[in-house]
Nanobody, 115 residues
Framework: QVQLVESGGGLVQPGGSLRLSCVASGFIFSSYAMRWYRQAPGKERELVATITSGGKITNYADSVKGRFTISRDNAKNTVYLQMNSLKPEDTAVYYC????????WGQGTQVTVSS
């Protein structure tokens, strides 16, 4: 079965860093572009970052440019989101999504930036 399993979320102070991971299984990971989304309380789900299947092209929402970095390791079937200089407004549930001939969602991981 297709699975996207996220980890790395948690509580962090403003200015801190977190690295999210999403491990994929059940499909040909190297054939899929990957995306990170987030959804804050009371808000719509927002596209945060994208990366092509080969990892050569990335794109970011304006709100995270210069602070977040998306990357992938196709040998490990894993996509990452390195988040630096975190702000309270980054607080959200973060989801990974596989984008290809089919689309798959991860379960989400909570990121809370406070104090």
């Amino acid at each position: 079965q297709v699975q996207l399993v996220e980890s790395g979320g948690g509580l962090v102070q403003p200015g801190g860093s977190l690295r999210l991971s999403c491990v994929a299984s059940g499909f040909i990971f190297s054939s899929y572009a990957m995306r990170w989304y987030r959804q804050a309380p009371g808000k719509e789900r927002e596209l945060v970052a994208t990366i092509t299947s080969g990892g050569k092209i990335t794109n970011y929402a304006d709100s995270v440019k210069g602070r977040f970095t998306i990357s992938r390791d196709n040998a490990k079937n894993t996509v990452y989101l390195q988040m630096n200089s975190l702000k309270p407004e980054d607080t959200a549930v973060y989801y990974c999504r596989a984008w290809g001939i089919q689309h798959y969602w991860g379960q989400g991981t909570q990121v809370t930036v406070s104090s």
